[in-house]
């Protein structure tokens, strides 16, 4: 079993970092990326299976989209403190001719992106073609994708869930952030939804729940079991309820923080909820 | 004067279909998409012979570009195929994000371009497409004249680095280019030298320029006739020199004024040599149900109406 405290100690960090990043530059996006800052943490140290190193193709090796890519902050810092580019690099998020752009980008080389995304509701079909691109390939890892609920409203995902279903598309775990808020309000309020888990399963998707998707240990066994289930011949969807904001109290269970940065007394309490662990970039 | 010789009349879409055709037995990265439109984009023989490299992704066309991007990710060359209306408009931002932005080595190809797509009329014929794809950043935009150069030109973009929207039609036209040509990205052809006036065409309209070439040199005008089949990049240099010497210049699309070749040549002009030039295009209108020769005629895009740009621009010397 992995040392969780580790993983634990390094969510902190990687909170603070989210906090100061949007603070600095008094923008982005750290409600979506608080509350997916232990999925990250799990899938990029205990999940996936990487190479050392960045190369755009990423034969060999399990491979990540970010499809909300307004919760930047969390894969900018995840990637940075899994080695894919210097740490201080976090400084320059949001400034101009930075390689951390407000949604993340291929455009500017930044190590460990491979898609564009911003626009929402275009990482499904982005990584269902790269899943099939490791089958043609005879390569054996797995597609990893993140998705937000709200994003869910987008047509061209429902495209890209039946394709999935309909060419048996196994190599891919789709993750969906079920945190019930996007820009407007809550998810319920804006558009409903419905059932997600009966829509992905009417569409021939296998469903992995994640309940405690804030706990690392319940990801991590919830990401296994994921990982089972895949090569059976349906792609399969992770659905992870988060709580957005998680881990700074005043921006927790609200869409308030969804892309209003902290002030300077607001970052100084969010700190104080989460002291520094591994060092602060 | 030098004359081309109409080899057998054939549709564009089938140069692309047989280029396909060739691409797959000698690259196996060339993968296909189509958004179940198979016949009509003439990828029959590549599904047949390649049924594990070809994806048939059904009527979404939005999946279909991101799959595509997707697919480069691990060294695959996708070609997309479906109309040029569901190719460029209808799919405009995901190609900006996911393939232009994300700079993926897609080959976006489409077919039924402009008005020859003919009865189906309006929806289906598209008259902005050029304009909306060279408007990105990094796209390369070609619209090849005949079967051959539309055969040439798919098997030279899968040797290109980086996104490619490539442009052709429906209907049979005269096929007069040469077989097996090798096919230079960005790089003009002179098909008739001239010094009174330069007609530059593109597509559908390069055979009409030729037409008309013959009718005003019975009028005792020499014309020049260059074929574009890259608008973008644009062959900067091949048409500064030609104006240079004929002093004004027709442009000849099946694309509307805005945002077309014709477009992108003024922009050429004013900046290095300001010239007198006239728009063989549809003039920011939508088409019709009708025969391609009808809607060809009622919309000025034949020979007659180059002629007839030609005596215009003539007068403004």
């Known amino acids: 079993m992995p040392n969780t405290q580790q993983l634990k100690d390094l969510t902190t960090q990687v909170r603070r970092d989210i906090l100061r990043m949007v603070h600095k530059v008094n923008s982005g996006h750290p409600g979506g990326s608080l509350g997916c800052a232990e999925f990250f943490v799990a899938l990029y140290n205990e999940i996936m299976e990487r190479n050392n190193g960045f190369d755009m193709d990423g034969i060999g090796e399990d491979v990540f989209f970010l499809s909300n890519g307004h919760i930047s902050p969390v894969y900018y810092s995840v990637l940075a403190r899994s080695g894919y580019f210097p740490i201080d690099e976090l400084n320059t998020f949001r400034l101009i001719n930075s390689r951390l752009q407000g949604h993340p980008t291929t455009h500017e080389n930044l190590p460990g992106v491979r898609i564009a995304s911003g626009s929402l509701g275009q990482g499904m079909s982005v990584a269902l073609g790269a899943a099939q691109t490791k089958k043609l390939n005879n390569d054996s890892h797995l597609i990893y994708s993140l998705h937000g609920d709200g994003e869910l409203q987008e047509g061209q995902n429902w495209e890209a869930i039946m394709y999935a279903a309909g060419n048996n598309v196994d190599n891919i775990i789709a993750t969906i952030d079920l945190n019930g808020q996007q820009i407007d309000g809550s998810t319920d309020d804006v558009l409903p939804m419905g059932n997600i888990k009966a829509k992905f399963e009417a569409f021939g998707w296998t469903v992995v729940e994640i309940n405690e998707g804030n706990d690392i240990d319940a990801i991590l066994k919830g990401m296994v079991e994921a990982k089972s289930k895949t090569g059976k011949g349906k792609p399969v969807c992770v659905l992870l309820k988060t709580v957005m904001g998680n881990g700074v109290d005043f921006m927790m269970y609200t869409h308030a923080w969804h892309g209003k940065a902290p002030n300077d007394e607001q970052l100084a309490i969010g700190l104080k909820q989460n002291p520094e662990t591994l060092g602060d970039y | ?317």
């Open chain 2, 1 to 317: 004067m030098k004359t081309y010789t109409n080899t057998g009349s054939k549709d564009t879409r089938s140069g692309f279909g047989a280029g396909l055709t060739e691409l797959g037995k000698t690259n196996e990265n060339v993968v296909a998409l189509c958004a179940d439109l198979i016949g009509s984009l003439k990828m029959d023989d590549f599904k047949a012979n390649h049924p594990e490299r070809f994806f048939q992704v059904g009527i979404a066309e939005a999946n279909m570009i991101g799959l595509a991007a997707g697919m480069t990710i691990g060294g695959k060359i996708p070609f997309t195929g479906t109309f040029a209306n569901f190719s460029t408009g209808r799919v405009y931002d995901q190609i900006r994000q996911s393939v232009a932005y994300s700079d993926k080595n897609v080959k976006i190809c489409a077919s039924h371009a402009g008005l020859t797509l003919g009865e189906d009329g309006a929806t289906h014929q598209i008259l902005e497409d050029i304009g909306l794809m060279k408007m990105l950043p990094g796209m390369t935009v070609i619209n090849p004249c005949d079967y051959n150069q539309t055969k040439a030109a798919t098997i030279a973009i899968a040797e290109h680095r980086g996104p490619v929207y490539l442009r052709f039609g429906r209907p049979k036209v005269a096929n007069f280019t040469p077989e097996n040509q090798t096919f230079e990205i960005g790089k003009a052809i002179h098909l008739i030298e001239g010094t009174d006036v330069t007609i530059l065409a593109t597509g559908h309209l390069v055979w009409e320029a030729l037409e008309a070439a013959k009718t005003l040199s019975e009028k005792g005008i020499s014309a020049e006739v260059i074929n574009i089949h890259t608008i973008k990049p644009l062959d900067d240099e091949a048409i500064i020199k030609s104006v240079t010497k004929t002093g004004c210049i027709v442009t000849a699309e099946e694309h509307n004024f805005l945002g077309g070749l014709g477009e992108s040549v003024a922009r050429v002009l004013a900046t290095n040599k300001p010239t007198p030039q006239e728009f063989v295009a549809t003039k920011d209108t939508f088409g019709e149900s009708g025969t391609p020769k009808q809607l060809m005629e009622k919309y000025g895009l034949n020979s007659q109406a180059i002629v007839k740009a030609v005596e215009t621009v003539l007068k403004r010397k």
